[in-house]
C-alpha cells in the first residue's frame, strides 16, 4: 500500500512554468512505475508522463512532449513533473499515480493522489 499526496499546483501565465510533487507514503516507492495524469474539466482522464521503477525509462505523449519533464528520487519516495512552456490547454487537475508496469492506461494504476489543479491563463 502506497499512500500519495500531490502539490505544487496553481494559477500561471501562458508560456510559464510550474513543478509539481508527488510525495508517497508507506510501500518504498522504487517498488512501482509512476506516471502523472491529468483531467481536464469534462474531460477523461489521460497520461501525459510515465517513469519506470529506476527512472531509467520515460515516455510523454506528443501533446507535452519537450515541454513536461517527469524525474524521480526514490530515496526521498519523491516524483516530480516539470511543466514549462505551459499553454491554456494543460490546464486540469493533475494526478499522480503508481502501479506494477510503466504504461498509459489509467487502469494499470493502482494508487492514486488526490490531484492538484493547475490553471494557466492566456
Known amino acids: 500500500q502506497v499512500h500519495l499526496v500531490e502539490s505544487g499546483g496553481g494559477l500561471v501565465q501562458a508560456g510559464g512554468s510550474l513543478r509539481l510533487s508527488c510525495a508517497a507514503s508507506?510501500?518504498?516507492?522504487?517498488?512501482?512505475?509512476m506516471a502523472w495524469f491529468r483531467q481536464p474539466p469534462g474531460n477523461q482522464r489521460d497520461a501525459v508522463a510515465l517513469?519506470?521503477?529506476?527512472?531509467?525509462?520515460?515516455y510523454y505523449p506528443d501533446s507535452v512532449k519537450g515541454r513536461f519533464t517527469i524525474s524521480r528520487d526514490n530515496a526521498r519516495n519523491m516524483v516530480y513533473l516539470q511543466l514549462n512552456s505551459l499553454k491554456p490547454e494543460d490546464a486540469a487537475v493533475y494526478y499522480c499515480?503508481?502501479?506494477?508496469?510503466?504504461?498509459?492506461?489509467?487502469?494499470?494504476?493502482?494508487?492514486w493522489g488526490q490531484g492538484t489543479r493547475v490553471t494557466v491563463s492566456s
Open positions: 517513469i519506470n521503477q529506476d527512472g531509467t525509462f520515460t
Open positions: 499515480a503508481a502501479g506494477p508496469e510503466t504504461v498509459i492506461n489509467k487502469s494499470a494504476y493502482d494508487y
Open positions: 508507506g510501500r518504498a516507492l522504487s517498488t512501482y512505475s
